[in-house]
């Protein structure tokens, strides 16, 4: 897998800017954790945090799924690694967790958000509702929130990546 990504053009109308961010900071995430063997994305960054690449890429997966598929779409498939039991399973790796299913994973929630998103427009409102206004969110703030997620994430990637093999860069 090699990951490219381009920023979006500078002066693109507002719904391909927000796909763009939100797709070149998907990318990015991508780039952060290319090259890299199973073990050493399971590597945390340091003690006492468990934080790990594999754990940021599930945890997408599940940040994904609950946006777009329960917040926007009101499909409540449940999550994918977190439970009552482990509200945090998505970073809870074990030795058994891989890339390849990670991964694959983290792509279907993608497609799946692609597939929700496709046609509405950015006023279209969700079916979930704010815990603390009870108000629906737009798409529009939807987007941007996911956008300052993986940003936020991205960092925390930097850092995780430069401890495992010095790596740095965008």
């Known amino acids: 897998m090699t990951s490219e990504r381009h ?14 961010w939100l797709e070149y900071h998907r990318r990015t995430l991508a780039l ?11 590597t945390a960054s340091v003690p006492p945090s468990e934080l790990t690449l594999l754990g940021l890429v599930r945890h997408m997966a599940e940040v ?14 449940g999550p994918v ?3 009552e039991a482990d509200e945090d399973g998505d970073f809870h790796v074990t030795d058994a967790d891989t890339w390849q299913e990670a991964y694959t994973t983290w792509q279907a929630e993608i497609e799946a958000a692609r597939r929700t998103t496709a046609g509405l ?12 206004t009870q108000e629906p969110f737009s798409l529009r703030w939807i987007y941007t929130h996911m956008i300052e997620e993986y940003a936020r994430h991205n960092g925390h990637a930097d850092l995780l990546r430069e401890r495992i093999d010095g790596a740095t860069g965008d």
């Open 32 to 42: 952060k954790c290319e090259g890299l063997t199973d073990e050493q994305l399971r």
């Open 64 to 77: 994904e799924r609950a946006w777009f598929r329960t917040v926007l779409a009101g499909d409540d498939r």
């Open 7 to 20: 920023e979006p053009a500078l002066n693109a109308p507002e719904r391909e800017m927000l796909e763009g």
């Open 121 to 132: 427009g950015l006023d279209e409102l969700s079916r979930g509702r704010s815990r603390s």
């Open 81 to 83: 690694y977190c439970s």
